[in-house]
T-cell receptor
């Protein structure tokens, strides 16, 4: 079945760049998403990328997609303490009634 | 972005009682709503998908008689946890999508259910 994998933890210094990686197995993915979840809160959509794109940039966020390797990454430039959260990678394919397949989430800790 | 409001944010109930959680799309019509359950430090587990005016589609292993979902209008879906037990304690999150090929699902802020 479809699967999405992420590393569970990442620790960076404030001001450095963070790179969170995600791999997926579904070759028919249409959209890939990054969501942020702060403690005790719901999920916030950060950004998404369509599967025919290689890169998408939005302010401090850069998403890179390697469709051949089924690898997605999220780079956060100038990471701040407010970026500390869990980041979920998710993918959706066209025929799946808009269900998202989720990774387990990467817990990002930003140290001052 | 669109706003999805989930209510209540937290609830404590006694074993054996039922609890209703509401999910509302405030500024758009949600043709599809999703209900998730999240255990501490784990990912989201999809429980069911509901389309307005029709029965919800439950994921394997989710008891439809225990987790009643009603999607009566394009802006409201409810999840009722019936005869709650302590093992039902969890964080429940809803999300809502609009259109047929919508790229985004907007999430509510979640409901922390504690059954004592």
């Amino acid at each position: 079945g479809e699967d999405v994998e992420q590393s569970l933890f990442l620790s960076v210094r404030e001001g450095d760049s963070s790179v969170i990686n995600c791999t997926y197995t579904d070759s028919s993915s249409t959209y890939l998403y990054w969501y942020k979840q702060e403690p005790g809160a719901g999920l916030q959509l950060l950004t998404y990328i369509f599967s025919n794109m290689d890169m998408k940039q939005d302010q401090r966020l850069t998403v890179l997609l390697n469709k051949k390797d089924k690898h997605l990454s999220l780079r956060i430039a100038d990471t701040q303490t407010g970026d500390s959260a869990i980041y979920f990678c998710a993918e959706k394919n066209a025929g799946n009634n808009r269900k998202l397949i989720w990774g387990l989430g990467t817990s990002l800790a930003v140290n001052p | 972005g669109a706003v999805v409001s989930q209510h209540p944010s937290w609830v404590i109930c006694k074993s054996g009682t039922s609890v209703k959680i509401e999910c509302r799309s405030l500024d758009f019509q949600a043709t599809t709503m999703f209900w998730y359950r999240q255990f501490p430090k784990q990912s989201l587990m999809l429980m069911a998908t509901s389309n307005e005016g029709s029965k919800a589609t439950y994921e394997q292993g989710v008891e439809k008689d225990k987790f009643l979902i009603n999607h009566a209008s394009l802006t409201l879906s409810t999840l009722t946890v019936t005869s709650a037990h302590p093992e039902d304690s969890s964080f429940y999150i809803c999300s809502a999508s609009q259109g047929h090929m919508n790229t985004e699902a907007f999430f509510g802020q979640g409901t922390r259910l504690t059954v004592v």
